[in-house]
């Protein structure tokens, strides 16, 4: 697919692109609207957050999964001085987070620090109903703007928080956003931002073309779109699977 120049190098991926290289494949597109460059920009915003926050696409987006910010936590063998609930901000990075992708780990060890586990995620009601002694926390809940730990901490454990980052855009600047994901999506982005601007258009004849180009057909399920196309990229990454051989043996009565 011709674009414009890459905007850098991306070692894992070969080269990146920003959003303003994209901009006159999209109104190529779509019927070489050259007045609507600025539009198309917004276009391709609106296609890459929309592409990247899908929940069914999460997997295949790895460039945006993050660490937080370590935090530890305030502990105590008394209840009266353990800390069970902290507030957001001090484990997750403002501005970044994208819904529903939270997970958080436990160093085990402190003040070491060497050895971690996954919490489980529970509810606050079900936090409420276990006996309030603290302890090495399992869990942790969602509370408001507050994340508690079940049960509450007995030491200073260290935490660290991992999730899904929404895509940057640099809003000062919308064409020099960089493109973080694979090369591989940037056709899909381009699409997506031409289904926009044919909608935005009242061109819908034109969008449904496009809708199908993107998702496939209902009527044709073996016809998958573009984006079922590309997922499952780390079921994809094993593809390297060890096998036991299986030797075949003739046997002395057959023929040929």
């Not at 501005?95 to 992708?101: K, Q, R, V």
């Not at 006996?131 to 408001?144: I, L, S």
Request: glycine letters at 6%; aromatic letters at 10%.
């Amino acid at each position: 697919m011709p674009v414009g120049s890459p905007s850098g190098a991306q070692p894992q991926f070969g080269t990146q692109f920003a959003i303003g290289d994209l901009v006159n494949e999209v109104l190529l597109r779509c019927g070489n609207r050259t007045t609507d460059a600025a539009r198309a920009s917004i276009w391709i915003r609106d296609a890459l957050l929309e592409i990247t926050a899908d929940v069914d696409l999460r997997d295949e987006f790895d460039e945006l999964e993050i660490y937080g910010t370590p935090f530890c936590l305030t502990g105590s063998i008394s209840a009266a001085a353990s800390v069970q609930e902290y507030a957001f901000a001090n484990i997750v990075p403002s501005g970044s987070y994208n819904m529903s992708t939270l997970d958080i780990m436990l160093f085990t060890d402190p003040p070491t620090n060497s050895n971690r586990i996954r919490l489980n995620t529970t509810s606050y009601q079900d936090a409420d109903r276990i006996n309030p002694f603290p302890g090495q926390p399992t869990k942790w809940y969602r509370f408001n703007d507050l994340i508690g730990f079940s049960p509450t901490p007995d030491k200073n454990y260290k935490i660290i928080s991992r999730l899904y980052q929404m895509h940057p855009i640099n809003d000062g600047n919308l064409n020099a956003t960089i493109i973080l994901i694979a090369r591989d999506w940037i056709e899909v982005i381009v699409y997506a931002a031409v289904l926009r601007a044919f909608i935005e258009t009242e061109e819908y004849e034109k969008a449904q073309g496009v809708r199908t180009l993107l998702y496939g057909d209902p009527k044709y399920p073996e016809r998958v779109g573009l984006i079922e196309a590309r997922k499952k990229r780390r079921m994809r990454e094993n593809w390297r699977r060890q096998g036991a051989l299986r030797p075949t043996i003739r046997r002395y009565g057959s023929r040929g």
